[in-house]
T-cell receptor, first 116, second 111 residues
Framework: DGGITQSPKYLFRKEGQNVTLSCEQN?????MYWYRQDPGQGLRLIYY???????QKGDIAEGYSVSREKKESFPLTVTSAQKNPTAFYLC???????????????FGDGTRLSIL | GDSVTQMEGPVTLSEEAFLTINCTYT??????LFWYVQYPGEGLQLLLK???ADDKGSNKGFEATYRKETTSFHLEKGSVQVSDSAVYFC??????????WGAGTKLIIKP
């Protein structure tokens, strides 16, 4: 079955530590996204990528970094510069077609990051 | 800038009640509109979508009509079930593939 796989499901970070969240998709989607979800709030875009080896900052990119070396993979690193990293992180992907209005985003099941 | 406003939750209903979750938006042009659902501990799933004015999206008994004149995309269901308990998000698509999200509305259905 095609889909998006995020791992791990739960992750704990120590002070001053960088951690990397994995996101893999086998949907052959061009675009991939990382969102942060805090309790009672909507999703906020961290980074997105429309093509391999290219990515753009979203609304809350500070303290995060990404890479897009393969079409299938879009890992997110939460660096020690992110002072409030506790949240639910969601990865998504979508196809890019000439009809830009019609391709919804597909989501993984998320990674919950907590501070030790 | 573009924005999406949803009614605050939680919304608590009894089983078989009629559901409406309000969503209004501010945007230039004619963005596509979406409703996503998030079950506890999971990611989001696309529930329905509409791409132009007067379009009606529907899925699993849920419906929403794209109303350009009132800039609204309210979610409705005629008879809710306990299994519909979840958080519902309204979103609009910007032209560069980004989505603008509402804050989400938690729905609780009691048997």
């Amino acid at each position: 079955d095609g889909g998006i796989t995020q791992s791990p499901k739960y992750l704990f970070r120590k002070e001053g530590q960088n951690v990397t969240l994995s996101c893999e998709q086998n949907l052959n989607h061009d675009a991939m996204y990382w969102y942060r979800q805090d309790p009672g709030q909507g999703l906020r875009l961290i980074y997105y990528s429309q093509i391999v080896n290219d990515f753009q900052k979203g609304d809350i990119a500070e303290g995060y970094s990404v890479s897009r070396e393969k079409k299938e993979s879009f890992p997110l690193t939460v660096t020690s510069a992110q002072k409030n990293p506790t949240a639910f992180y969601l990865c998504a992907s979508s196809t890019l077609t000439t009809d830009r209005k019609n391709q919804p985003q597909h989501f993984g099941d998320g990674t919950r990051l907590s501070i030790l | 800038g573009d924005s999406v406003t949803q009614m605050e939750g939680p919304v608590t209903l009894s089983e078989e009640a009629f559901l409406t979750i309000n969503c209004t938006y501010t945007a230039t042009g004619y963005p596509s509109l979406f409703w996503y659902v998030q079950y506890p501990g999971e990611g989001l799933q696309l529930l329905l979508k509409a791409t132009k004015a007067d379009d009606k999206g529907s899925n699993k008994g849920f419906e929403a009509t794209y109303r350009k004149e009132t800039t609204s995309f309210h979610l409705e269901k005629g008879s809710v079930q306990v299994s519909d308990s979840a958080v519902y998000f309204c979103a609009l698509r910007k032209s560069n593939y980004q989505l603008i999200w509402g804050a989400g509305t938690k729905l609780i259905i009691k048997p």
